[in-house]
């Protein structure tokens, strides 16, 4: 049996943030708190942000998934602390191209995101690394 | 029943998924379709398409025959009374919807009780749900107990004579539970009450006698019998059916129309409105043929010796979590597990790259998923076409998952 293909998709840093979520909880005085599921498959993410001055200066994530889902998560938050709410969303649509298989070309700081390149070649996948991703989008514009 | 040969039937099962040969256990999903039921499917596009109950032309004959012969296939398969009580549907979820939009709605008022179990399938939850909320009835689930079975006792204390309508499935899509409908249906009738069965994981695996049973109404799906998707059935008592309306109005289920107003056709077609499911019928009928000639007996003994053989093959594995019965005798042909610290999803991947199929989710049964206390599960499921080498490499994968997964920890 070959792992080839699926080293592709679960990196070592993936392990790692699935391992050692970063950020993971909730903020008890947040701005934002967005609940979000995938229907289909159960996975279930609470985010909750702190924006100051356009600014998230805090992002922390609870619930429950896969891998990939709960790791996305754990990078998402990682990347956008201390980024304006204008980046974050930007960091959310080369998120959404890099699943496409994209090509990207961004000043923004990606952080670990990177290693999530590899779920576009696993279509059945890409649900699970969005999640938290969608989550972040759909508080910052019904907050605007 | 000689495996060898059936594989051969299914075209679909030989080949290679992610290079490694396909070993397709989702058949609780959707089973595979075998030459008989694609080339019923072909010949009747190729030879003989065509409207049926209209037209005095030559094909519309041909394919009124093919449609009309397909309901008296299904009748024969349930042992139902009458081709009257066979109402073709796109599928289980059509048809207990049928059943909670007309009877449900007309025969149940506030302060009636729908009783359900905590093992259905969102499609024999909703509708009633919905039913309740429209009517102020209240919707009472009859508990589990530890092994994930129900028992009899718990659905005498739970059916009232206030209750008009119990609707329980014959097996558990992710229990693999076979309930003792039966009984149930006595009890439901003691309590005036009427029985809706799901059939969709049942009636493909096991020898289904409506009569025997004294069910009032069974749904079913085409595509999990080996039939092509979008054809269903719903099979009523003929004493309920008139006394229903129809949901869907439109061509087909008329009888005479004037302006304001019209009449029904009579049974079973008043149910069908607009052009049936054709070609869907024919393909259920050649399923039928195909399945009742291996015979559901044997076919039931084969998935129960895959059953027991998974069973005992996957209880070994390190960190195994193993949900509803361990006792076989209990089981239907379906297997769904947990493994420690790995998330299902993540299984299913891992498997799906030595080409085996399982499913991974909450299988549509969020409420048996919280009485689970898991948020998603992984299922293996059987039918007559796999073997025990298919259950061989699913343990492999499995323990190769296991492994993978602590090595990249």
Redesign the interface.
Known sequence: ???K??DT??R?VI?DHY?NPRNKGVIEDSDLSINMNNP?????IQLSLKIEDGIVVDAKHEG??????MSSASMMTQAIIGKKVEEALELAKIFSEMMLGKEIDSDLDLGDIEALSGVCK?P??IK?ATLAWKAMEKGIREAK | MNIKEIRSYFPILDQEV??QPLVYLDSAATSQKPVQVIEALNKYYREYNSNVHRGVHTLGTRATDGYEGAREKVRKFINAKSTKEIIFTKGTTESINTVASSYGRANVKEGDEIVITYMEHHSNIIPWQQVAIHTGATLKYIPLQEDGTISLDDVKKTITKNTKIVAVTLVSNVLGVVNPVKEIAKIAHENGAVIVVDGAQGVPHLKVDVQDLDCDFLAFSGHKMCGPTGIGVLYGKKSLLENMEPVQFGGEMIDFVNLYDSTWKELPWKFEGGTPIIAGAIGLGAAIDFLEEIGLDAIAEHEHKLAAYALEKMKDINGMTIYGPHDPSKRAGLVTFNLDDV????VA??L???GIAVR???HCA?PL?KWLKA??TARASFYLYNNEEDIDKLVEGLI?TKE?FSD??
């Open positions: 049996m070959s792992f293909n699926l998709l679960y070592q392990m391992k289909t498959c159960g996975d279930r429950e998934g896969c891998s990939i889902s696993f059945a996948r699970c | 992610n290079g998330h299902p999803h993540d991947t891992v799906d790259a030595e991974a989710g909450h969020q998923m948020s998603a190769k993978y990249v920890f």
